[in-house]
Nanobody, 123 residues
Framework: QVQLVESGGGLVQPGGSLRLSCAASGLTFHPYGMGWFRQAPGKERERVAAISWSGSTYHANSVKGRFTITRDNAKNTGYLQMNSLKPEDTAVYYC?????????????????WGQGTQVTVSS
């Protein structure tokens, strides 16, 4: 059974930083891609960043230059480093994964999802 567990969310002031982690278990085959998505109240879930097994990355324009997605395949863990946070970054952040070697950027590509972690950017 595949399980994704996010951690690292919280309350931060504008301009601050957070690092989200996504620990994956039950993914018994390689390769697999990972992604981060977010959903604010009343809005659709939107893509934030994605990373392929080999390390190719995608970042949404809204976070480019501020957020960085990485992964540690040996630890089956993905990360999202978020710097220069803005109030509009406030949302529940979800980690996602699916088997395959490509860089998957659409939420419809992903088979497995975590429960989400709340990120609130406010003074």
């Amino acid at each position: 059974q595949v399980q994704l567990v996010e951690s690292g969310g919280g309350l931060v002031q504008p301009g601050g930083s957070l690092r989200l982690s996504c620990a994956a278990s039950g993914l018994t085959f390689h390769p697999y891609g990972m992604g981060w998505f977010r959903q604010a109240p009343g809005k659709e879930r939107e893509r934030v960043a994605a990373i392929s097994w080999s390390g190719s990355t995608y970042h949404a324009n809204s976070v480019k230059g501020r957020f960085t997605i990485t992964r540690d395949n040996a630890k089956n863990t993905g990360y999202l480093q978020m710097n220069s946070l803005k109030p509009e970054d406030t949302a529940v952040y979800y980690c996602a994964a699916r088997y395959g070697s490509y860089l998957f950027t659409s939420r419809y590509d992903y088979s497995y999802w975590g429960q989400g972690t709340q990120v609130t950017v406010s003074s």
